[in-house]
């Protein structure tokens, strides 16, 4: 989908996928497989997915533990790392912000991308609360869901407006308005905006008993109204 959205602009994008069903990213460690299609290419953006991770403690660790582990690997392939925030299962949208934690925590810890699809659902809810997302089974997505995750992937990864790709005639091999994709496009930037500058706020006690507090600003969004220097206005 992603592939096809960006030969839709005019650009190129090659990607490939190691996916294994019930896989935690560790198990693909384990695996080997994802290992071996890391070094066997250079790469842009390692996209890093498990579950939706929606639990404190062991998950959100595991999950960080595996980023850590994976950055080395794709930094060698001359890639960065980038955290796919997924979504809590739909008997469990409560835990959303949970979810949303964890990955980006994770992108933290690797000084790596995070890609908020999971907030782009929300945001697209909150335009129209009645659109199908999940798929049948309450937790994968829907095709709809597919494609407003690859906008929001499309956006973060070409720095291009996702407002700004050609409207389809079909989402899934379904007739779909342009009413209806200028939403998901909307609701995709509006995700990405929201958290291009993401501060995380740490705090730990050191050996000696002391508390050590540290800010990391991943990325910073600067913006100039009004001009005032010899360029113009951006």
């Not at 999950?63 to 979504?87: C, D, H, Q, S, V």
């Not at 335009?127 to 994968?140: I, K, M, N, Q, V």
């Amino acid at each position: 989908v992603l592939a096809t959205m960006a030969a839709s602009t005019r650009d190129t994008m090659y990607a490939a996928s190691v996916t294994y069903a019930n896989f935690a990213l560790v198990d693909h460690l384990s695996s080997g497989s994802a290992r071996a299609a890391i070094g066997a290419d250079r790469w842009e953006y390692v996209i890093l997915q498990q579950g939706p991770t929606s639990t404190t403690g062991v998950d959100r660790d595991t999950l960080i533990l595996a980023a850590r582990a994976f950055e080395p690997l794709i930094r060698a392939a001359g890639g960065t790392p980038a955290l796919y925030m997924a979504w809590p299962d739909i008997t469990r949208r409560s835990f959303w912000d949970n979810c949303r934690d964890s990955y980006r925590m994770a992108a933290q810890a690797v000084g790596g991308a995070f890609f908020p699809a999971g907030e782009a659902w929300r945001e697209a809810w909150a335009r129209d609360s009645t659109l199908p997302l999940y798929g049948g089974d309450g937790f994968h997505p829907s095709s709809t869901g597919t494609y407003l995750a690859a906008l929001t992937m499309y956006e973060r990864i070409t720095g291009k407006d996702a407002r700004n790709v050609p409207v389809p005639a079909t989402i899934g091999g379904n007739p779909v308005t342009s009413t209806r994709v200028r939403l998901l496009q909307d609701a995709a930037h509006a995700a990405n905006v929201a958290n291009a500058a993401v501060g995380v706020t740490e705090f730990e006690v050191t050996d000696d008993g002391d508390l050590y507090a540290s800010v990391t600003l991943p990325s910073l969004t600067v913006a100039t109204i009004g001009g005032g220097t010899q360029l113009g206005t951006s």
